[in-house]
Nanobody, 120 residues
Framework: QVQLVESGGGLVQPGGSLRLSCAFS????????IAWFRQVPGKEAEGIACIRSSDDNTYYLEPVKGRFTISRDNAKNTVYLQMNSLKPEDTADYYC?????????????WGNGTLVTVSS
């Protein structure tokens, strides 16, 4: 049974940093991707970062490129999202998801999300 659990969200000031964690279990295939999405009420989920298990290649949405870093520690069954230089527009519910490759429509399993609020 595949499960993903996000943690690390909270309140942070603009310009601050936060690290999110996605603990996963039940992934039995060798090749998969884990991605981070964010969503605000009334809008579609937005894919912001993805990492592939096959080659550790990473992909980022342009607005977060250079500020966010996705990484994986397979020994700990955890994927991280390091977020620096946070802006108020980064405020959202953040979700991790997994599928066979880095594409929104390929995601088969989702976590329940963790809230990130960037405010003074």
């Amino acid at each position: 049974q595949v499960q993903l659990v996000e943690s690390g969200g909270g309140l942070v000031q603009p310009g601050g940093s936060l690290r999110l964690s996605c603990a996963f279990s039940g992934l039995t295939w060798d090749y998969y991707a884990i991605a981070w999405f964010r969503q605000v009420p009334g809008k579609e989920a937005e894919g912001i970062a993805c990492i592939r298990s096959s080659d550790d290649n990473t992909y980022y949405l342009e607005p977060v490129k250079g500020r966010f870093t996705i990484s994986r520690d397979n020994a700990k069954n955890t994927v991280y999202l390091q977020m620096n230089s946070l802006k108020p527009e980064d405020t959202a519910d953040y979700y991790c998801a997994t599928g066979p490759y880095c594409d929104y429509y390929a995601m088969d399993y989702w976590g329940n999300g963790t809230l990130v609020t960037v405010s003074s």
